[in-house]
């Protein structure tokens, strides 16, 4: 068993250029008891060599993992399955951290008293000015789920945070993703859905605990590659597992009823796939019926959007 109480997974391929950024901001924690877990989702640059480099100097542990490409989804699941702390974090390879970001998670978690029953606590992400990334949680912040921050507070934004490790592993356990494709982008938000869905609680604290980097310019940037068309399958995939996760809870929020259905038929078109099962996948019988019902819209909606 770890004897550190946070673990940090960074999931990378090809980051040679932002890696030292992520392993400065680790460098600066007023917070030191953590552990870092680099899961190398078979880089082509010199991560390798810049890892070696790091461990040679690191006041903290560095394991240092390779595999063949999977991409992010599949990758970060193999990371934290080898987490053995009592909390983790993750860091992407592009992102950074504010020198008291592990201090303030690690005092928040310490605080949850029933931690079986939360998965999480999120911050809030800061620009490089310092400026919060979208909006701040309502009330100061509370607890809940993450289609009540989107859907009933309408929290727009990037949020991160520090995961409760015994709770991520017991739901990860349960979750059957061998289906899922690996080498394509994958959103996390199709695993996510399915616990906040079944009322595994996160805590939102309404404190800045990552520094976002845009890098515009960066061609390995999944936020800026996802929407080419060998990614749909996996947008398709993330409309589909919210529409079947949150089936019940989605009647009093029609606009994100609709956009979801609709983005999931839009994708699925573009992945020819067979109307029959487009509509068989979708577990909820009224949304089946809707499905059948706005299938033309969505059939010259695609037309517009992905077949240009």
Excluded at 189 to 217: L, P
């Amino acid at each position: 068993m770890s004897q550190e109480k946070i673990t940090v997974v960074t999931p990378t391929f090809n980051r040679a250029h932002t890696l030292k950024r992520a392993f400065d901001s680790l460098l600066n924690q007023t917070f030191k008891d953590f552990k870092w877990i680099i899961m190398d989702d078979g880089s082509t640059d010199e991560t390798e060599d810049l890892v070696r480099g790091f461990q040679v100097v690191s006041p903290f542990v560095i394991e240092y993992y390779y595999n063949p490409n999977k991409h992010k989804f599949h990758t970060v699941f193999d990371g934290i399955k080898k987490v053995e702390t009592p909390y983790f974090i993750i860091l992407d390879s592009d992102d950074s951290y504010p020198i008291d970001a592990f201090e303030i998670l690690y005092n928040e978690c310490e605080k949850v008293e029933n931690q079986e029953e939360y998965i999480s606590v999120m911050g809030l992400s800061g620009d490089d000015d310092g400026k919060v990334v979208g909006d701040e949680y309502p009330n100061g912040g509370f607890d809940g789920s993450i289609f009540e921050m989107r859907y009933k507070y309408k929290v727009r934004g990037d949020k991160n945070g520090m995961f409760f490790t015994k709770t991520y592993q017991r739901e990860l356990e349960k979750f059957d993703y061998s289906g899922i494709p690996k080498g394509i982008y994958i959103p996390q938000s199709v695993f996510f859905n399915v616990y906040d869905a079944k009322g595994v609680k996160t805590r939102f604290i309404n404190k800045i605990i990552r520094n976002y980097h845009k890098d515009e310019n960066d061609e390995a940037s999944v936020s800026n590659t996802r929407w080419s068309g060998e990614n749909r399958l996996g947008l398709m995939l993330g409309h589909l597992f919210f529409l079947n996760a949150y089936q019940k809870q989605l009647f009093p929020y029609p606009k994100a009823l609709l956009r979801n259905l609709i983005g999931y038929q839009m994708y699925a078109i573009s992945q020819n796939k067979d109307f029959s099962k487009m509509i068989q996948d979708v577990k909820n019988p009224f949304i089946k019926i809707l499905g059948v019902i706005l299938f033309p819209f969505s059939y010259f909606y695609s037309l517009i959007k992905l077949l240009d």
